[in-house]
């Protein structure tokens, strides 16, 4: 095999890995280039090129699955500039639903089954069934790049306030809406029972939706407290129209006193006199506290303040 062999060799296998319509052009201009950058590299040595100085010149070239990358658009299924959200994304999912199948387990230990067991269900049944979150995540970043590859006008960039109010003032309104549900609930759960049942619940019903005393002293009254205080919160950002860097500290501060609350109810005593209901209770406390931060802490990541010169 002489010099002329290498380099036709090498130019088929990178022409092979194009589409049909590129291969010849791509092999003509691959082919020229390599012959002058031979003859250049055979004059410099000052002896006639041959087999192992081409094999050299190609090797140095590149692979040839990397050369033929360098002549085709790369098939790109999530873009770059999605990676972060994309990997963000996944963590908290994939977080998210351990966390569940975690609280799912310990509950289990609690009813009597025995660790390992439980281990062993919640890693066959959450775990390794998980990855169809991120493979739901590609399918909707992949969508989306589609959709701005076919629509680059969606991509313009407009100037938006950076106190703005995300969504609306109707976004807030609602918020307002479920402070005042979660208030009357938390004064009266069994409320729940009359509206779906049209007070005709078993009496089982109301009693596993009975507080306990010691609730309604300690960490009722504190919860209650902070939930009333993000109304007027929200009714001043809603007359202002934006959000104050006070306004943001304030809803921190409320925000970080109340997951505090909950946690403080969740692994303290007993909430409702029914254990079935007060370890419900207690779960999905937790599961709001873990959101709300991760929440808090994602808003707090993407703060942007500008030092000064």
């Known amino acids: 095999m002489n010099a002329n062999d290498v380099i036709d060799s090498f130019v088929t296998e990178v022409a092979l890995r194009l589409p049909r319509r590129q291969r010849n052009d791509v092999a003509f201009e691959l082919r020229a280039l390599l012959n002058e950058d031979l003859q250049a590299r055979a004059g410099d040595a000052g002896r006639e ?18 050369v033929a990358a360098r002549y085709r658009t790369p098939l790109t299924i999530i873009d770059p500039e999605d990676g972060p959200a994309f990997l963000r994304a996944t963590i908290i999912g994939l977080a998210i639903i351990w966390g569940v199948g975690l609280l799912r387990m310990r509950a289990q230990v609690e009813g009597g089954m025995e660790f390992l067991r439980a281990l062993a269900q919640w890693w066959s049944t959450t775990v390794l069934p998980s990855p169809w979150w991120p493979g739901l995540l590609v399918l909707g970043f992949g969508g989306a790049a589609w959709m701005r590859r076919r629509h680059p006008q969606s991509r313009e960039w407009k100037p938006r306030p950076v106190d703005r109010i995300p969504g609306s003032r109707a ?8 402070i005042a ?30 507080y306990t005393d010691t609730f309604r002293q300690r960490q009722g009254p504190v919860v ?3 939930l009333l205080l993000n109304i007027p919160l929200l009714i001043a950002v809603i007359a202002k129209g934006r959000w ?3 306004l943001r500290r304030l809803e921190l501060i409320l925000g970080l006193a109340l997951c505090a ?12 006199l029914a254990a079935t209901a007060d370890r419900t209770a207690k779960s999905a406390l937790i599961a709001i506290v873990a959101l709300t931060l991760i929440g808090m802490g994602i808003k707090q990541y993407r703060r942007v303040k500008p030092s000064p010169a």
């Not at 090797?59 to 990397?66: K, L, N, T």
């Not at 976004?171 to 479920?178: H, K």
């Not at 069994?190 to 109301?206: H, K, Q």
Request: aromatic share 10%; glycine share 8%.
């Open 244 to 246: 104050s860097p006070l």
């Open 171 to 178: 976004t807030l309104v609602l918020g307002l809406i479920g």
């Open 261 to 272: 609350a909950m946690l403080w109810t969740a692994l303290d005593g007993p909430v409702f």
């Open 181 to 210: 549900c979660g208030v009357y609930v938390l004064l009266d759960p069994t409320w729940l029972l009359d509206v779906v049942w049209n007070g005709r619940a078993a009496p089982a019903a109301y009693e596993a939706l009975t």
């Open 49 to 66: 090129a041959d087999a192992a100085m081409a094999a050299a010149l190609v090797r140095e070239f590149g692979a040839p699955a990397e």
């Open 224 to 226: 209650l407290v902070l």
